[in-house]
């Protein structure tokens, strides 16, 4: 069992349809939604629906931070975050809010958990910057395996028999197994908006069957999204952060 995992789409039609495309070159039994479908970018009606699409089609979607805050709260969020939350809350219809804000918390595929941010607390949005973080999530849940998104950089974690988390920045192109005597925890680095200095789209492919991890990079058209960024009037930090990948 293949699995891609997308996480942190953010409203980024050219990177989501460039990670699509890339994806019918590998063998994939199954797609998976790591939530942040929508926010920051300038398709959240094109990018809902594609998922929609997706997870009619047997694709496992869970919600996200900026998903939830379609119609919710999104007074927690910085300035820029809450402009892009409230331009795109005008651009989806009753349809598209259901859906997003419909995603369950969490999801199981296998020995595979799915959140958004963190296992301690799906809905707490805790972001895994370090050893602390990743060992909080990986002692909250019985999987071997976990996946997230929400940081926007890849990075992979396990669990020691000591008790310890230990983790690295992954290059994208090369197989990793999942040893049997870890627990895992895997951030998958942002679809539609890169914050490790890569303008490429991130994901990844979880091989089940072969119990291992293939982090990869899509390059895309970033320009054109830099580009409908600044024509939508969304924040200008917006439109340089995909030029610079940070
Ligand atoms: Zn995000």
Redesign the pocket.
Known sequence: MRIALLA?I?ANREAFEAVLARLDKHRIDQVALLG?IV?YGPDPAFCTEKAMELVERGALGVI???DAAIDGDSSDMNSIARAAIDWSRGRLDTEHRRFLTGLPETQRVGDALLVHASARSPRGWEYITGPQEAERSLRATDARFTFV??V?KPQLWRLTGLGVAIGHEPIAGFEIPLARSFVWLGVIG?VG?PRDGSTAAAFAILDLKRQSIQFERVPYDHFATCRKVREAGLPEPLATRLLRGR
């Open positions: 942190d953010h942040d926010g996200g931070n900026h998104g929400h926007h942002a908006q």
